[in-house]
């Protein structure tokens, strides 16, 4: 019979992973610096309803930004008051979310998954054992339902087959072998399955390290890819090692032990809604997962002066024809926020809104396009959206 983590080692490791948290936020913070620190920001802002009267500007969007992660670090030092400034820094975090829906990227949905259970045990209002089956279970479908994501009929050729051509040793799969994407897919799948189970956590932990190297190799060869990522991917690798190493019993054993019931609505049901179109891909986890949304703007050439940064003529990043030529919202986010955005029709439909405004002023032509890339199909659609419309 296996003895069960001491409440005294579980609240030790809990502080340790609120460590992790803040230190690790700190620095995708300063990655993407201009989408919580905006110094050079040219990406628009998309408020999370549309009309919603929350316009922070630049001084008060830094401030939120530094007070939020005072919070954070401040409740790892002085355990005191954390059950104080967690709550602080999540409701200063849920401003900057409904100020620009762009900051709700699935790192940050995750990070306030696992705050807001830290907050409440800090409150008092959940045991320790429970806290920690809801830390877990929060980790453990993430990696189920990003691996459940790739199981569709385009991740092989659009995420997997760039990634096996980074390097050459394993280019040759991709002419060869296309099909072991779904690997990938069904071993993400699998470990978020095995860290559920006592016997099997030790070997997720391993695969999990393993996983989260491979994908750091990737993006570093691939140009130093996606850098907002790097230090999340290192924290995965640690926060799975704080929390499954030495645990000795299964997420899912005595009822006063189970996750509690918002861990395992929001984390565990919510992303089955995204099957049928009904939920936010990014909060389904369908990173990297090649079924995203995709929007670009397309407009007359000589739009450049004013609409467009200057940064994508002068590096070649605009698709051009004779007739006019397209910015992928994706790279322009990427370029400027060092984030992807936000891949729903309401948040492309804002953020062009915005663009055609200034097109409009000069008597220009444009609009949006919407690429639609359907689960279970290898059709994609695409829809024309004419400035006028926006």
Known sequence: MFLTMTDELQTKRITQVLWLIAVTLFLQVYLSYNLWIPIDRTYPIVPFFDGLPINLGNGLTSFFSVAMLGCVLSAAVFVHYRKWLLP???FLLAILILDDLNRLQVWIFIYMGLLGVLAIHAWQKLTTPMAWRSLQFIVAVVYFWTGTQKLNAHFNENVYSWLIGIFESTAWLKDNYLSTG????ATELLIGLALFWRKTQKAAVLFVA???????????KYDAWNTVVYPWNIAMIVLVVLLFWQSQQSIVTDKHKRPTAWVLLLFGLAPILDFGGYWMHELSFGMYSGISLEGQLYFDDYAADDCVPEVF???????????ESALSLDDWAMENLNVPPISTPYAFRTTAKEFCACLKKHHWKGGLELEYTPRWSQNKRKVLIPMKEL
């Open 88 to 90: 602080i820094a999540l």
């Open 210 to 220: 393993l996983l989260h190297f491979s994908i750091l190799l990737l993006l570093i």
């Open 313 to 323: 003529w002068a590096d070649d990043l605009l698709y051009q024809s004779k007739e």
């Open 182 to 185: 779904y690997l990938v897919g």
